[in-house]
Each structure stands twice: as structure tokens, then as C-alpha cells.
């Protein structure tokens, strides 16, 4: 299995830009994850899906936030509009028992 | 509630000597407990996991940890560090009735002088 992808790996965007981060779990997995990391903040959880379904989003920043999971094998993140201290690593995790396996990250830089 | 807590944001060790990274974590009920390593720039690797099994956990790397329920404890170690195990290290917990949801600890940085 080629673990979670995501992307793009890398974003630089101008403040007030429509952002979308991709996700795609691993094959099987029901649960999967959105964390933002920061040096200030450390890795925050953002929000989580069970069965496609959203059920803790809890972590969200604000109404600029938002996600989805249409299906089993793809979920998106979006920021609109997007400020600069939006910036940050966004990591993607998917999991199918206790153990959560996480993507490469997104490094998103907005300007 | 959980909770996880790591003792040492920062430690560093000369290359080759032992390494011993320590967590504290708060359980309700009985918990499956991980660590992952954060190498820059890079995403998070699971290192190891306990999950009720054995309490001495083997993982990728040399390192290992021991589930120490009476004391609370999950700490990792490695008898021989190298200079590629500078990296953050997270001790994660999750009780059985969480779901898949993690609680991490804040993260402990290792650095590995030659």
C-alpha cells in the first residue's frame, strides 16, 4: 500500500485565496484525520471522520474552515479565505484499528 | 479523561550512549499507548505501540518501551543512539472508548551530539 497521500506537499498562496488540501486514506481504513502542526501550537487534531461521516470537528478554527468526505478514498480540506496564520503543516491520518498512520503533510504558506 | 505527558521537551545525548525518553499518561480505562518520531520536515512515523499484549514493546529502529501500568509509564529508550534518531518524539495514548481519537503528548526533542 502506498500509505495516505496527500497534496499538494507544497502550497504558497496570497491572503484571501481559496485554499483545498487533499487527502486520500489507506485502502480500508473508516477513520481518518486532519491535524494542523505549528511551532506555536504544536499538532492540533482539526477535525475526524468515521465512515465518511464527520464526527468530532470540534478542532476547526473557524467558519473559514471546512471539510469533506465524499467517499471512503478521498477527503479535502479548504480554507476560505485563507490568512496568514493559516500557515502551517497539515497532516492527513487515516486509521482502521487503534493505530492512526499519517500522510507526509501539506506545508501551506500564505502570504 | 487521558492525558499524556512528556517529562522533557529537549534531550540530548552523545552518539552511541543510551537514550531514554520519558511519558507520563492519564487513563480512565486501559489504553493502547504509541510513539512516533517526527524526523524535520517529515510526517509522523509510528515506532512502536502497546495494546494490552506484552508489556515490553519492540519497535522499528532498536528502540523499545515498557508499559508500567502501577506507575503510569510508557517510556522509550534505545541502548545505542545514532546520530539519525535526532528527531521530535510523541508518546501518543487513546482509551478504548475513544474511538480512533489520539491524545498526544507535546513532544520531546532529541538531539545526538557526535
Known amino acids: 500500500d502506498a500509505g495516505v497521500i496527500q497534496s499538494p506537499r507544497h502550497e504558497v498562496t496570497e491572503m484571501g485565496q481559496e485554499v483545498t488540501l487533499r487527502c486520500k486514506p489507506i485502502?480500508?481504513?473508516?477513520?481518518l484525520f486532519w491535524y494542523r502542526q505549528t511551532m506555536m501550537r504544536g499538532l492540533e487534531l482539526l477535525i475526524y471522520f468515521n465512515n465518511n461521516v464527520p464526527i468530532d470537528d470540534s478542532g476547526m478554527p473557524e467558519d473559514r474552515f471546512s471539510a469533506k468526505m465524499p467517499n471512503a478514498s478521498f477527503s479535502t480540506l479548504k480554507i476560505q479565505p485563507s490568512e496568514p496564520r493559516d500557515s502551517a503543516v497539515y497532516f492527513c491520518?487515516?486509521?482502521?484499528?487503534?493505530?492512526?498512520?499519517f500522510g507526509p503533510g501539506t506545508r501551506l504558506t500564505v502570504l | 479523561a487521558q492525558s499524556v505527558t512528556q517529562l522533557d521537551s529537549h534531550v540530548s545525548v552523545s552518539e552511541g550512549t543510551p537514550v531514554l525518553l520519558r511519558c507520563n499518561y492519564s487513563s480512565s480505562y486501559s489504553p493502547s499507548l504509541f510513539w512516533y518520531v517526527q524526523h524535520p520536515n517529515k510526517g509522523l512515523q509510528l515506532l512502536l505501540k502497546y495494546t494490552s499484549a506484552a508489556t515490553l514493546v519492540k519497535g522499528i529502529n532498536g528502540f523499545e518501551a515498557e508499559f508500567k501500568k502501577s506507575e503510569t509509564s510508557f517510556h522509550l529508550t534505545k541502548p545505542s543512539a545514532h546520530m539519525s534518531d535526532a528527531a521530535e518524539y510523541f508518546c501518543v495514548v487513546r482509551e478504548y472508548n475513544a474511538g480512533n481519537m489520539l491524545t498526544f503528548g507535546g513532544g520531546t526533542r532529541l538531539m545526538v551530539k557526535p
Open positions: 491520518a487515516s486509521s482502521g484499528d487503534p493505530t492512526q498512520y
Open positions: 485502502s480500508g481504513h473508516n477513520s
